[in-house]
């Protein structure tokens, strides 16, 4: 390539990223696009339905469990207290692992090490139940994931998956939770995406999900094979997700038409 | 475990109109949906919700499969006199969930 044209590339190439990536003060949340009675009920813990989760949530917490008959509340205390502002953080990046972990897999993870009981199955109502009570101490605070080197090659890995076209309609998240936010599909707004709100209670769903539901729901949508909930390529893209939400405030739990 | 919230004033006026909010935890499978197998999923909903206030029923809702999961019911009455408000969900398959309030009123 010429020395002359290479610089048009790079320019073509940045000016497409800028077109591709939502501006911060433009983001949304979902929650801002629903009707006032789904925002209703997300705003009144009485009628939320998220709340039955959240206090069994909470019993959960307290219960002891494992061969080392330890609760959570044995080592960590109160969670109002403890777990403020942990959900915001996740998934953050775990030096034992080698790799990022998200909320479920933490939860999970002090289950096999600390109570050595065997781990909740991903979407059982027991771990939606923790993971929200554990995400609710945190609702209103501004998500914060790290950036840091060592986090870098996830954040790049999710946003690699976020960009990349797959399945039979050969769709990237990108072309409709960045490019075609706030237009239409099949008749409802499509939202940017920003995970704020998870696990969340989904009407369509009749219960409470993980984001890692939603993407499976997602993917399927574009059929595409989803991914396995609580793969290493989910946790990446929700990295990158919460990333690309940074700083808006988590709502947990949201609730969801 | 049968898991409820249950939301009403802790204290009101006498003769005061209070609004009290319920939500109980259940699926509410409607017996119309099938397996991958085309097997019915036999239906198993709460069919009956009453309350009632120092003995005395004051509402009363008969649920039908169409309900959503984990129905919210919301209704009201009059604050006559403190006491015990008793609240009973029954439903398919010996499903019973209970709940009890106490109100004063002034």
Redesign the interface.
Same mark, same amino acid.
């Given at each position: 390539m010429s020395a002359r044209v290479l610089p048009w590339c790079l320019l073509l190439a940045l000016a497409a990223s800028a077109r591709a990536e939502i501006p911060l003060a433009e983001r949304r949340s979902g929650y801002q696009d629903m009707g006032h009675a789904t925002r209703a009920m997300q705003d009144d813990d009485?009628?939320n339905?998220a *709340? @039955?989760w959240v206090?069994?949530g909470e019993s959960l917490w307290r219960r002891k469990a494992g061969a080392a008959a330890r609760a959570c509340a044995d080592c960590h205390g109160a969670a109002q207290e403890s777990m403020r502002g942990v959900a915001a953080r996740h998934p953050a990046f775990d030096a034992s692992a080698g790799a990022p972990l998200n909320l479920e897999q933490r939860i999970n993870r002090c289950r096999v090490e600390r109570q050595q009981a065997k781990p909740l199955a991903y979407e059982s109502r027991e771990l939606l139940a923790l993971s929200t009570f554990v995400a609710r101490q945190s609702r209103g605070l501004p998500i914060e994931i790290e950036s840091s080197e060592r986090t870098r090659p996830f954040l790049e890995a999710g946003r690699a998956t976020f960009r990349r076209r797959q399945g039979q309609l050969n769709l990237a998240c990108a072309q409709c939770h960045d490019e075609r936010a706030g237009r239409r599909l099949a008749g409802v707004a499509i939202p940017q995406g920003h995970p704020t709100g998870y696990p969340i209670y989904r @009407?369509q769903w009749? *219960?409470m999900g993980s984001l890692h539901r939603r993407l499976r729901n997602c993917m399927a949508g574009i059929r595409a094979e989803p991914y396995a909930l609580g793969s290493q390529e989910f946790v990446a893209l929700e990295m990158y997700l919460m990333w690309r939400a940074r700083g808006m405030p988590l709502e947990t739990p949201g609730v969801r038409p | !475990?049968a +898991?409820?919230?249950v =939301?009403l004033p802790q204290r009101a006026r006498r003769g005061e109109i209070i609004e009290i +909010?319920t %939500?109980a935890?259940h699926? !509410?499978e409607t017996g119309f949906r099938r397996t991958q197998l085309g097997e019915l999923i036999p239906r198993d909903i709460i069919t009956r919700f009453t309350c009632s206030y120092n003995g005395v029923e004051v509402f009363r809702a008969e649920l039908h499969p169409a309900m959503?999961? =984990?129905p %919210?019911i919301?209704f009201s009455t009059v604050a006559t006199e403190s006491g015990t408000l008793e609240f009973r969900w029954t439903g398919d398959n010996g499903f019973s969930a209970a709940h009890s309030a106490s109100i004063s009123v002034d």
């Amino acid at each position: 390539m010429s020395a002359r044209v290479l610089p048009w590339c790079l320019l073509l190439a940045l000016a497409a990223s800028a077109r591709a990536e939502i501006p911060l003060a433009e983001r949304r949340s979902g929650y801002q696009d629903m009707g006032h009675a789904t925002r209703a009920m997300q705003d009144d813990d009485a009628v939320n339905p998220a *709340t @039955l989760w959240v206090l069994e949530g909470e019993s959960l917490w307290r219960r002891k469990a494992g061969a080392a008959a330890r609760a959570c509340a044995d080592c960590h205390g109160a969670a109002q207290e403890s777990m403020r502002g942990v959900a915001a953080r996740h998934p953050a990046f775990d030096a034992s692992a080698g790799a990022p972990l998200n909320l479920e897999q933490r939860i999970n993870r002090c289950r096999v090490e600390r109570q050595q009981a065997k781990p909740l199955a991903y979407e059982s109502r027991e771990l939606l139940a923790l993971s929200t009570f554990v995400a609710r101490q945190s609702r209103g605070l501004p998500i914060e994931i790290e950036s840091s080197e060592r986090t870098r090659p996830f954040l790049e890995a999710g946003r690699a998956t976020f960009r990349r076209r797959q399945g039979q309609l050969n769709l990237a998240c990108a072309q409709c939770h960045d490019e075609r936010a706030g237009r239409r599909l099949a008749g409802v707004a499509i939202p940017q995406g920003h995970p704020t709100g998870y696990p969340i209670y989904r @009407l369509q769903w009749q *219960t409470m999900g993980s984001l890692h539901r939603r993407l499976r729901n997602c993917m399927a949508g574009i059929r595409a094979e989803p991914y396995a909930l609580g793969s290493q390529e989910f946790v990446a893209l929700e990295m990158y997700l919460m990333w690309r939400a940074r700083g808006m405030p988590l709502e947990t739990p949201g609730v969801r038409p | !475990m049968a +898991r409820v919230v249950v =939301n009403l004033p802790q204290r009101a006026r006498r003769g005061e109109i209070i609004e009290i +909010r319920t %939500l109980a935890g259940h699926d !509410m499978e409607t017996g119309f949906r099938r397996t991958q197998l085309g097997e019915l999923i036999p239906r198993d909903i709460i069919t009956r919700f009453t309350c009632s206030y120092n003995g005395v029923e004051v509402f009363r809702a008969e649920l039908h499969p169409a309900m959503a999961a =984990n129905p %919210l019911i919301v209704f009201s009455t009059v604050a006559t006199e403190s006491g015990t408000l008793e609240f009973r969900w029954t439903g398919d398959n010996g499903f019973s969930a209970a709940h009890s309030a106490s109100i004063s009123v002034d």
